[in-house]
């Protein structure tokens, strides 16, 4: 494969997604909708429940809001890597999917640059939440926010897949509002984006490993220790290995041989 060839193609699926995107107002919208309400409205009620300070990890003491603005980054990835699964349904129903994939280019190349273009969509979503987030005093570290983008990227990376991943498995639209709810709902809310792992322990012991075995965790916890200058070495081997084993599936549930498309 050329350079130039591979690039072009890659130009071409990002400005796609990106025109899409511009469409799709609402969209825009919702992303920053969803998480400032989390971050403004209802975090008065977990904070005076959880207390207004939470000293882990950053060996000082943070508001609720400061704690919970990482989750609400990865909420956005969240739901725009399930957008994307939604938007490959539509294309393999509409047959432009098919065009694509008949392209002279490597499947799993092809199929790298639609998560690659999710993924950066994503990132000025996250970026747009932050500087909003500004706001209502959640301010990390000015570096905090440069350290975070490898991290943020790779969690976009890793929730892209995973909804090219459930693409394959969609056949239909009228089965996607079903699937995405046992699939962002329980992601989302058995992790520790709302409440610390330690309160969730003192909560109940099951409860915590639930959360520890959801990879959502510890993309949770990559970007908010990255946030903040700090690496967090395991969140960062378990959330790349996620990456690849549904970027392996999805390559897979791709191949026509096996799934006939």
Excluded at 125 to 142: K, M, N, T
Excluded at 231 to 250: E, H, Q, W, Y
Aim: contains cysteine.
């Amino acid at each position: 494969m050329k350079m130039a060839a591979g690039w072009h193609c890659f130009k071409g699926i990002l400005i796609r997604e990106f025109l899409r995107f511009v469409q799709q107002r609402s969209r825009f919208l919702s992303a920053l909708v969803r998480p400032l309400l989390w971050l403004v409205v209802f975090a008065a009620g977990f904070r005076a429940a959880l207390g207004i300070s939470i000293i882990e990890p950053y060996d000082t003491y943070i508001t609720y809001e400061t704690y919970i603005a990482p989750g609400l980054c990865c909420m956005i990835l969240l739901f725009n890597g399930m957008q994307s699964s939604l938007s490959m349904v539509y294309d393999r129903e509409m047959g432009s999917m098919r065009v694509l994939l008949m392209s002279p280019l490597p499947r799993p190349y092809l199929l790298l640059c639609k998560m690659m273009a999710t993924a950066l969509i994503s990132l000025t979503q996250v970026y747009a939440f932050l500087a909003i987030a500004l706001l209502v005093e959640v301010e990390p570290p000015y570096m905090g926010y440069i350290t975070v983008l490898p991290a943020l990227l790779l969690v976009a990376l890793l929730l892209s897949s995973l909804g090219l991943f459930l693409s394959t498995r969609i056949k239909q639209l009228e089965n996607f509002a079903g699937v995405m709810n046992f699939v962002i709902f329980p992601m989302f809310f058995l992790s520790s984006a709302l409440y610390p792992l330690w309160k969730m322990q003192e909560a109940s012991e099951w409860l915590y490993w639930i959360c520890m075995f959801n990879p959502f965790t510890h993309a949770v916890e990559l970007v908010r220790f990255a946030l903040y200058m700090q690496l967090d070495s395991d969140a960062l081997m378990i959330t790349a290995g996620t990456t690849l084993f549904f970027t392996a599936l999805a390559v897979m549930g791709f191949n026509p041989q096996k799934s006939g498309r």
